[in-house]
């Protein structure tokens, strides 16, 4: 989820303006927490790994 569609329950405003304290330290603490994986759903993450794991595998089996 992306901050820009967060309302802050201290001020009512949106994170992404950042009007209050509150506002700002959540919206610095979702920028620090954003990763290249982020937006990938668990699933898409699940045939990520066991594509690696059956590369790995393929590679290991050429090699042996």
């Known amino acids: 989820m992306t901050y820009d569609r967060l309302v ?3 001020c ?3 994170v992404s303006q950042g009007r209050c304290p509150v506002c700002r330290a959540n ?3 979702l920028q620090q ?9 668990p699933m898409a993450l699940i045939v990520l790994l066991v594509v690696l ?3 790995l595998a393929l590679v290991a089996q ?3």
């Open 53 to 55: 794991v059956a590369a």
């Open 62 to 64: 050429q090699t042996a």
């Open 33 to 41: 927490e954003s990763s290249p994986f982020a937006g990938l759903n």
């Open 8 to 10: 802050c329950a201290n």
């Open 12 to 14: 009512a405003a949106p």
């Open 27 to 29: 919206r610095e603490r």
